[in-house]
């Protein structure tokens, strides 16, 4: 904190000395002062790294870009190769990153590093507050940014990697990242870049090592082998990630079987239904051929997935085919309903108890209690039916285990974008 206040008393002698006249300067310092004039010393300092010169300037404000918009918190050595992938280009230039030192002095002091945590971070929240508030400052973050994550996956000295290389060498620091967050920029923004890079990926992408990091990321708490990434398409990985702009196109390149499972047993709508990507459900239902009602391998439909995880708009779309079983039994001999019910799911209690051939005697037979919800009238409406329908339910029991996910809840697809208040998946 003494350190922040330091450097903001210089920005803000900076931003002070900046105005023209004397009268000016003594207004700045007026709001200054006041504490009412933080953003302006951004601004202020932020308007300073653009006027250096013309390299300086871009590299000052992508880095400050880069550690804004992150998914997670990024290293020294992560940071510096990101910025050193040129958009376009084949391969990689290890001359082309700059060091840490470089970095840190040509953004003027908005970004430090931070010793007990071997990370760079914005020099104080204020700031990441300020950009947020002004997202026209890097006119659109998250496409470039997944533009220079699949430049660098897409890279030749990349692609040759093994799938099976473990550990990573020490000389790709950006790897990991780029392989386990590039989908989450992209699902914010698409260009066409971003499209075209990924269709690339994710034309071979069984074969590509970022496969089998994204498989790590998403299965964390089951341990794989090193030479697991064969058996996760590119179409898999699309429907996983959620991103509809790549999947329309990615469907068109080639032939793809949509009921193929994956070697987790999971097929393309299980994992879109499981993640609750209502946009990607739509158009793999609307493919020719496809069988909705495909478990994966704890014999979970993408029904009861999506009842399970909340996802009102997939279990809609699901109830409303006849080729969809309401009743399939799945993990823990349950059923979809009783599913909802321990979620806390009203809505989707509502519509499953109004689908023909649901028998709500199910939730019965259930054990474990719902979970702690709100009392919108809606739920509770949802609760009181129960008793209508002659069901010995167990809301009465108490509601525990808040907080509890799916196994879909990958970690790269629906966690906060703050890594602070991230929470880990865990398997039911």
């Given at each position: 904190m003494a350190a922040y206040r330091f450097l903001l008393v210089s920005l803000s002698i900076e931003t002070i000395l900046g105005e023209t006249t004397i009268h000016r300067r003594r207004e700045k310092l007026k709001l200054i002062s006041s504490g009412r004039d933080v953003g302006g010393v951004y601004n202020a300092t932020l308007g300073r790294i653009k006027a250096q010169e013309k390299d300086r300037a871009r590299l000052g404000m992508e880095a400050i870009m880069w550690i804004a918009y992150s998914e997670r918190p990024l290293g020294p050595d992560e940071l510096s190769q990101a910025l050193g992938v040129e958009i376009g280009s084949r391969d990689l230039n290890s001359d082309n990153a700059p060091s840490l030192r470089?970095?840190?002095?040509?953004?003027?002091?908005?970004?430090?590093a931070d010793s007990s945590s071997s990370k760079v971070r914005l020099v104080h929240l204020t700031l990441q507050e300020h950009i947020l508030a002004n997202p026209t400052l890097f006119g659109a973050p998250h496409s470039i940014i997944a533009e220079v994550c699949l430049t660098y996956l897409n890279s030749k000295c990349i692609k040759d990697l093994s799938p099976a290389l473990h550990p990573l060498p020490s000389i790709t620091p950006f790897l990991e990242y780029a392989s386990c967050y590039w989908g989450a920029h992209a699902r914010r923004h698409?260009?066409?870049?971003?499209?075209?890079?990924?269709?690339?990926?994710?034309?071979?992408?069984?074969?590509?090592?970022?496969?089998?990091?994204l498989v790590q990321a998403f299965e964390k708490e089951i341990t794989?082998?090193?030479?697991?990434?064969?058996?996760?398409?590119?179409?898999?990985?699309?429907?996983?990630?959620?991103?509809?702009?790549?999947?329309?196109?990615?469907?068109?390149?080639?032939?793809?079987?949509?009921?193929?499972?994956?070697?987790?047993?999971?097929?393309?709508?299980?994992?879109?239904?499981?993640?609750?990507?209502?946009?990607i459900v739509k158009l793999l239902l609307e493919q020719e051929g496809i069988n909705p009602d495909i478990a994966d391998g704890w014999d979970n439909t993408?029904?009861?997935?999506?009842?399970?995880?909340?996802?009102?708009?997939?279990?809609?779309?699901?109830?409303?085919?006849?080729?969809?079983?309401?009743?399939?039994?799945g993990h823990g001999c349950r059923t979809p309903l009783p599913?909802?019910?321990?979620?806390?799911?009203?809505?989707?209690v509502q519509m499953l108890l109004e689908r023909n051939g649901v028998n709500p005697e199910a939730v019965?037979?259930?054990?474990?209690?719902?979970?702690?919800?709100?009392?919108?009238?809606?739920?509770?409406?949802?609760?009181?039916?129960?008793?209508?329908?002659?069901v010995a339910h167990p809301y009465r029991r108490g509601r525990q285990e808040p907080g509890r996910y799916s196994r879909y809840s990958c970690p790269v697809v629906s966690c906060p974008r703050q890594p602070e208040t991230m929470q880990k998946c865990r398997f039911e």
């Open positions: 470089t970095i840190l002095n040509w953004t003027l002091g908005l970004l430090v698409a260009s066409a870049g971003v499209i075209s890079l990924a269709l690339k990926l994710l034309d071979s992408f069984e074969t590509h090592i970022s496969c089998r990091l794989l082998k090193v030479n697991y990434a064969v058996g996760f398409p590119g179409l898999h990985c699309a429907a996983l990630l959620g991103i509809s702009q790549i999947l329309v196109p990615l469907l068109k390149i080639k032939k793809w079987d949509l009921n193929a499972t994956d070697l987790f047993g999971n097929t393309v709508l299980v994992l879109a239904a499981g993640n609750g990507h209502d946009r993408p029904l009861s997935l999506a009842a399970a995880g909340g996802h009102e708009g997939v279990v809609k779309m699901l109830l409303e085919r006849n080729d969809v079983n309401p009743e399939a039994v599913r909802a019910t321990e979620r806390g799911c009203g809505r989707t019965a037979a259930s054990s474990r209690p719902p979970l702690l919800r709100s009392s919108e009238s809606w739920y509770e409406a949802s609760v009181e039916r129960l008793p209508e329908l002659h």
